[in-house]
């Protein structure tokens, strides 16, 4: 049975809530870099002995990835043909759709290319990095990618435009659900865009603590 347009967005809705949820707690992680070596390799080790569980949760985090993905590209396109739909009607009625609206799609194809080359970068790469001659793990291949300005530019970057995604990202959430009021939309707005600049900021953190340290 096909999904309505409504339904579409509420599962859009659900799964980037869920994605949201993993990149908070990823951040969380990353943070255990300011804390040292010891902190950092303890916590992947601690993932990687979750053996089945952590492949059951990686499954799951791609399947809402291409849940996600998918049902927001096919929204788009039905958008584009239809010229106009409930929910342009409300943003329309409300006031312009904002900067991070009107990128939405070009963020994502960015945010999905940064997640390939930063699986392909850290999550499958040998876990090994040489600091002072000395091995020191995830934690030293963290450190050593980073320590080149041009990689710790191309991270910057995709922080930015998760910044940009996640500001436009949560007021559609909320709004999706019926928990957005016109006269409310910009307090929304606002905080939707705290949240989005202050994830951002603090995972371009790390990679500029690296290049201010190492």
Do not use: C
Request: no cysteine.
């Amino acid at each position: 049975m096909a999904l309505s347009t409504l339904q579409k967005k509420q599962l859009v809705a659900v799964t980037g809530l869920g994605l949201v949820g993993f990149v908070i707690a990823h951040l969380t992680g990353n943070f255990l870099i300011f804390k040292g070596a010891d902190a950092l390799n303890d916590y992947a080790k601690f993932l990687h002995d979750l053996g089945g569980l952590l492949w059951a949760a990686r499954i799951g985090l791609i399947a809402m990835f291409v849940i996600h993905m998918g049902l927001t590209a096919n929204l788009v396109i039905n958008k584009i043909k239809a010229r106009g739909s409930n929910y342009a009607k409300f943003e329309n009625h409300a006031q312009k759709p904002s900067f991070s609206a009107r990128i939405m799609p070009f963020s994502g194809v960015v945010i999905l290319a940064y997640v390939i080359f930063h699986l392909l970068d850290f999550t499958f790469a040998e876990k090994s990095g040489i600091i002072n001659g000395v091995d020191q793990g995830l934690y030293g291949l963290v450190v050593t990618s980073f320590m080149d300005p041009l990689h710790s530019a191309i991270y910057i970057i995709a922080m930015a435009f998760l910044g940009l995604h996640l500001s436009h990202s949560l007021q559609s959430i909320f709004q999706t659900f019926g928990l957005v009021s016109v006269n409310r939309l910009n307090t929304i707005r606002t905080i939707s865009t705290a949240i989005g600049v202050g994830i951002a900021v603090a995972y371009s953190s790390i990679p500029v603590y690296v290049l201010l340290n190492f």
